[in-house]
């Protein structure tokens, strides 16, 4: 199946010149942005290839990230874009991290990349955050990076991120002011979070969503967490479950994403779960049960995604009580969100559900099968 590599391959001859900045190029240039590209602003992404120095990263994905960096360092495509600017800032006590890096594709065209969150559990805990927290330290530098380029460059600009990264490029585009906007051509958010429903109700108008481009994958989970807002692209991917959440595995059709027809079950279960429970309690219970997840991975030794499955189970045993530590002497949070979540489980595995959006075309043989496990159900029953 193509990937951002072979649509590199493909395109990689073309300036854009003849063909403007693409569904894929955002894909390149968000992921660009995981790596440390400070040492390197002020030049091109072709001396930036020849310079940058591989066997640093760690995970599979950022290795590949700097293949990519070589990859299209070395076309014409890209190898002309320079590096103009990138800002870090990580705070004291490494719960906020922030990157940004702008790539001038030509001297009136600008793609501002924000970093997002990788494998580790420590960024899925900074984007749950985003669920109890308005606005997070990122969300405002990312606003004050946009700004301050702005000042510094004429022309038009592209917001882009993956994951974290897609939601900060989603708020700065929307605090900015009407006149400012104007300069922003599109705003790419890849599989990345979205807002709280009150501040959705107010930021995603007609005329915002217009500029906001989302695309997630089918077995979407973080890209499903809170509201959204614009155009939605749902695009096939290679992989399964949480690891969809890797820009790698999607798959190209010519210069964009091959387009699936909807959200898998897991993804649609994830979100009525996820979404629709934490929407219900106060933001210090989402606070609490945020710190409480974390808690329970760091004490079971689950530091990626790649850590987690049926092997570790028993580690989760001795994990709970140290769950009990987090919990005050006079609140039963823990035991709410637990009920919440729960009911939220029953509530999303019904039959109708299940048919209405995942399995449409065998829906008389889901019936079938139900009237008869029902019958034999009501049958030992009365046995």
């Known amino acids: 199946m193509a990937d951002i590599f072979e649509y590199i391959k493909r395109f990689g001859t073309l300036r854009f010149t003849n063909m403007g900045i693409t569904e894929a190029d955002n894909a390149v240039f968000s992921r660009l942005a995981y790596l440390d590209l400070t040492p390197y ?23 590949e990230t700097a293949d990519l960096l070589k990859a299209a360092g070395n076309t014409i495509r890209y190898g002309y874009i320079t590096i103009t600017d990138c800002r870090e800032i990580v705070s004291d006590n ?13 001297k009136n065209t600008f793609f501002i990349a924000f970093r997002g969150t990788d494998d580790k559990i ?17 969300q405002t530098s990312a606003l004050s990076y946009v700004t301050q380029q702005f000042e510094e460059h004429d022309g038009k ?8 990264g897609g939601n900060l490029a989603i708020f700065a585009f929307l605090f900015l002011r ?35 481009y989302n695309i997630m994958p089918e077995d979407s989970i973080i890209g499903r967490m809170l509201t959204d807002g614009g155009r939605i692209k749902i695009v096939k991917s290679t992989a399964s479950g949480a690891a969809q959440h890797n820009i790698f595995t999607w798959e190209i059709n010519g210069a964009g994403f091959k ?36 808690e329970i991975a760091k004490n079971s030794g689950i530091k990626t995604l790649k850590d987690i499955s049926v092997k570790n189970y028993k580690s989760l045993i ?19 969100i637990v009920r919440t979540l729960a009911k939220s489980l029953a509530d999303s595995i019904s039959v109708e559900k299940i048919v209405e959006r995942s399995m449409p075309d065998i829906m008389s043989k889901i019936d079938e099968i139900t009237e008869k496990l029902k019958s034999k159900s009501e049958s030992d029953g009365e046995v």
């Open 318 to 336: 001795p994990a709970v009580a140290e769950l009990k530590k987090l919990v005050d002497d006079n609140t039963d949070d823990i035991p709410v």
């Open 178 to 212: 009407e006149e400012e906007k104007d300069r922003i051509i599109r705003v790419y958010n890849n599989d990345g979070p979205g807002f709280p429903q009150e501040i959705a109700d107010i930021l995603f108008t007609r005329e915002n969503c217009e500029k906001i």
């Open 94 to 106: 490494m719960q906020t991290a922030f990157y940004a890096v702008t790539f001038a594709v030509d």
């Open 41 to 63: 602003a002020g030049k091109t992404l072709g001396e930036a290839a020849e310079e940058y120095e591989s066997g640093g990263e760690s995970g599979k994905t950022l290795i």
């Open 259 to 294: 387009a699936a027809k909807r959200f898998s079950m897991l993804s649609e279960y994830m979100e009525d779960t996820l979404t629709q429970s934490l929407e219900t309690l106060p933001p210090e219970r989402m606070r609490d049960a945020a710190a409480a997840v974390f």
């Open 157 to 164: 600009f592209f917001l882009g991120g993956h994951s974290k």
């Open 122 to 138: 420590v960024g899925f805990y900074e984007d749950a955050k985003l669920a109890y927290a308005f606005p997070v330290s990122s």
